[in-house]
């Protein structure tokens, strides 16, 4: 794993992607709801710096997942999530954000 700031995914590859899926639709909305993400999240992870925390759900990875196509397994690789923080996802049943440490 590499290191990514302070966050326990690539919050990077993340944030680039959804600048490049934008480029791509009309507007914010409609990537929120090709993703089936609030776009509150999604304009959230967009402007995030690394000083604020973002936070991801495994519904969340699921979404993406979803939306790329992918296996969960391998949008968790491609997040470069580390394995103590997806435990704690899977710990907590109500799947509310894990804050960043």
């Known amino acids: 794993m590499t ?3 302070h966050y326990p ?3 990077a590859v ?3 992607w959804l600048q490049v899926e934008r480029s791509t639709q009309q507007d914010i909305w409609q990537l ?3 993703l089936k993400i609030s776009p509150h999240i999604v304009l959230h992870w967009l402007r995030s710096q690394s000083s604020s925390p973002m936070n ?3 519904r969340e990875i699921q979404a993406i997942a979803d939306y ?3 296996s ?3 949008t968790v690789g491609w997040l470069d ?3 103590t923080y997806l435990e704690k996802l899977q710990e907590h049943s109500d799947n509310r954000p894990i804050e960043s440490a």
Do not use: C, D, I, Y
């Open 14 to 16: 993340l944030r680039t």
């Open 68 to 70: 790329r196509g992918w």
């Open 9 to 11: 995914w690539n919050a």
């Open 56 to 58: 991801l759900t495994l």
């Open 32 to 34: 929120s709801n090709k």
């Open 81 to 83: 999530v580390s394995p």
């Open 3 to 5: 290191p990514h700031n």
């Open 72 to 74: 969960f397994e391998q």
